[in-house]
């Protein structure tokens, strides 16, 4: 008896039908082309104006054609600032800001988030209450106070006004608040066994903090790091009011000197403006990926 075997072949697929597009997407999607543009609007005339001699500008106006692009400006901007000097009082500010707001922020985050105490949440309340404060509300008091402080040996002048300590304190003092919220919230979702096992085999709280939670905060810590790095060198307020000696004030207040009494080279200015911002860039670059992985930690999570 003979079989007869019968191919039979897969049913073809029917093509899928593209999807209409949504009138409400073309509309987003110009909306972030055009915020997109608006953003970087200013950048770019920044970048054109730098690139270009005053003379040709004051002759042609700023909307026209150059005839020739340099990088006089750059050079004549780093040269006229006495650009390395303030970059060094900068970095005396930033640093020592940056290092004492994360060190003090993350031991008050791990205080309320991994030890039940009545004064927990009345705490996290208190340092998160001081970022809803306006800073200049309290410019007149913190300027007769830094006036009155002395602090012989500590500061040149004495005092905490007119000193890199000063910008550091109010920096730290403003900026702990956001951090050991942000902080608090990722130690939170940090499972409690891994403390509790560490406990048991006689861990000190120090320990704890130190070798088991903080290392496992590292990309909330990079991403803070990049954040504060950034308010804190860009900070021009504080700079302005507390700093009155020239020769100790940050890049940001040192582009002042770029500007004349009865003239001001906007193209020269324009130069300077983009050379300070290169250090924020560099910190962005180098800690871009740690930034990116600590905003989108939990996002995931129902």
């Not at 597009?21 to 200013?42: D, E, G, I, K, Q």
């Not at 300027?143 to 002048?157: E, F, Q």
């Not at 702990?176 to 048991?200: D, I, K, Q, W």
Request: hydrophobic share 50%; proline share 5%; aromatic share 12%.
């Amino acid at each position: 008896m003979s079989t007869s075997t019968i191919a039979t072949s897969a049913p073809l697929k029917e093509p899928k039908e593209r999807t209409p597009v949504r009138p409400a997407r073309v509309l987003l999607h110009v909306f972030l082309v055009v915020t997109s543009l608006a953003w970087l609007a200013p950048l770019l005339w920044a970048v054109y104006a730098a690139l270009r001699p005053y003379a040709e500008t004051s002759e042609k106006g700023y909307v026209s054609w150059p005839s020739k692009l340099t990088l006089d400006n750059f050079k004549n901007a780093y040269e006229q600032s006495d650009m390395i000097h303030y970059f060094g009082n900068t970095l005396v500010i930033a640093v020592p800001a940056v290092l004492l707001t994360l060190f003090l922020s993350s031991c008050v985050a791990f205080y309320v988030s991994r030890f039940d105490f009545r004064i927990n949440l009345s705490l996290l309340l208190l340092f998160t209450a001081g970022n809803l404060l306006p800073q200049q509300v309290i410019i007149t008091p913190l300027y007769r106070m830094y006036l009155l402080v002395d602090l012989p040996g500590i500061t040149a002048s004495g005092k905490l006004y007119d000193s890199a300590l000063g910008l550091v304190l109010i920096h730290v003092a403003f900026q702990s608040g956001f951090c050991a919220f942000v902080l608090s919230n990722y130690m939170r979702s940090l499972p409690h066994e891994l403390t509790e096992a560490a406990l048991v085999d006689g861990a000190s709280v120090w320990r704890l903090y130190w070798q088991i939670v903080l290392p496992l905060c590292k990309p909330a810590m990079a991403a803070l790091a990049t954040l504060l790095s950034i308010w804190i060198y860009n900070d021009f307020f504080w700079a302005l009011v507390l700093i009155s000696t020239g020769e100790n004030m940050p890049i940001t207040s040192a582009l002042n000197n770029l500007s004349g009494q009865y003239f001001t080279d906007s193209n020269l200015v324009a130069a300077g403006a983009l050379l300070t911002a290169i250090p924020t860039l560099i910190v962005y670059f180098v800690l871009q990926r740690q930034f990116v992985s600590g905003l989108t930690l939990g996002a995931n999570k129902g």
